[in-house]
């Protein structure tokens, strides 16, 4: 069994972080609470859609679930992410909770 640093493990997700905010040119929140990342063109977009997912995952900030968007700045492609938010009380009103 491997064991793993949990200082290795903050400074890579430090990093992955880093790189996400360095593509990020800017963010937006919907009415319903999604949010879409527009990032500069030329990236990887399923990348940035899967970074933008484990940042909000690990900060646990937002309180709902939500399909989230990231799109390239000249707004010619995208891709999708699905945020779990984590807190119980979100699946109260899918009735997976009683």
Same mark, same amino acid.
């Given at each position: 069994?491997?064991?793993?640093?949990?200082?290795?493990?903050?400074?890579?997700?430090?990093?992955?972080?880093?790189?996400?905010?360095?593509? &990020?040119? %800017? *963010?937006?929140?919907?009415?319903?609470?999604?949010?879409?990342?527009?990032?500069?063109?030329?990236?990887? /977009?399923? @990348?940035?859609?899967?970074?933008?997912?484990?940042?909000?995952?690990?900060?646990?900030?937002?309180?709902?679930?939500?399909?989230?968007?990231? &799109?390239? %700045? *000249?707004?010619?492609?995208?891709?999708?992410?699905?945020?779990?938010?984590?807190?119980?009380?979100?699946? /109260?009103? @899918?009735?997976?909770?009683?």
């Amino acid at each position: 069994m491997e064991n793993s640093n949990p200082n290795d493990m903050d400074a890579a997700f430090a990093a992955l972080q880093k790189k996400f905010e360095a593509g &990020v040119v %800017e *963010s937006v929140l919907s009415e319903s609470g999604a949010l879409t990342y527009i990032v500069k063109d030329g990236l990887d /977009l399923t @990348e940035y859609a899967a970074m933008a997912k484990q940042v909000l995952e690990t900060h646990g900030e937002v309180a709902h679930d939500f399909k989230g968007r990231v &799109v390239n %700045e *000249s707004k010619t492609d995208h891709a999708d992410f699905v945020y779990k938010s984590g807190w119980p009380l979100d699946h /109260l009103s @899918e009735g997976e909770i009683e």
